[in-house]
């Protein structure tokens, strides 16, 4: 079957940095995405990554890992406001998308 | 395993032509449900929320005559891309809102990519 893995909750504290791990085993790959959610709002485009290897963008980074079905999102200098969930999602041979749970990270003072 | 599934995954069609997209909630009955489109490297962008038994409401700048959603029943919601354009090629992604627990749970679906040929 297919499987998206990411811890389901983080705690970080304000000023540090995360790391998000997302591991995958899905038919065939055409892409990761990252998204921000905060509760109740639609998911916010973060990255898409499609080759091996580090984005940077700002405060966040994504990186991916074909060969091991692993990504992670990096988020630096954390803001009360990074307080969301993390969503990352597949889109495999298929073009279907596949979504992992999420990850609620709680940024503490 | 999955508990919002759209189909079909893929669908090409040609121009001019209308194009059915369906959204099912399979283990609880949703009240309401989503309508987004993902453009290339950017959010998901919500077009519209279909609550059961009633009109859809449409976000600005949505076309409500170009793309028709019903929500027929607590687990079905579908839209209709009336007289494609290759402009309308997107992916389409639906989710549900699950009243059980906090009422705060949205599952999203697999997406629906469209070519418009």
């Known amino acids: 079957g297919q499987n998206i893995d990411q811890p389901t909750e983080m705690t970080a504290t304000e000023g540090a940095i995360v790391q998000i791990n997302c591991t995958y085993q899905t038919s065939g790959f055409n892409g990761l995405f990252w998204y921000q959610q905060h509760a109740g709002e639609a998911p916010t485009f973060l990255s898409y990554n499609v080759l091996d290897g580090l984005e940077e963008k700002g405060r966040f980074s994504s990186f991916l890992s074909r060969s091991k079905g692993y990504s992670y999102l990096l988020l630096k200098e954390l803001q009360m406001k990074d307080s969301a969930s993390y969503l990352c999602a597949v889109v495999d041979s298929n073009y279907q998308l596949i979504w992992g749970a999420g990850t609620k990270l709680i940024i503490k003072p | ?117």
Request: hydrophobic residues 35%; glycine residues 6%; charged residues 20%.
């Open chain 2, 1 to 117: 395993g999955a508990v919002v599934s759209q189909h079909p995954s893929r669908v090409i069609c040609k121009s001019g032509t209308s194009v059915k997209i369906e959204c099912r909630s399979l283990d609880f009955q949703a009240t309401t449900m989503f309508w987004y489109r993902q453009f290339p490297k950017k959010s998901l962008m919500l077009m519209a929320t279909s609550n059961e038994g009633s009109k859809a409401t449409y976000e600005q700048g949505v076309e409500k005559d170009k793309f028709l959603i019903n929500h027929a029943s607590l687990t079905l919601s579908t839209l209709t891309v009336t007289s494609a354009h290759p402009e309308d090629s997107s992916f389409y992604i639906c989710s549900a809102r699950d009243p059980g627990l906090d009422g705060n749970t949205i599952y999203f679906g697999e997406g629906s990519w469209l070519t418009v040929v």
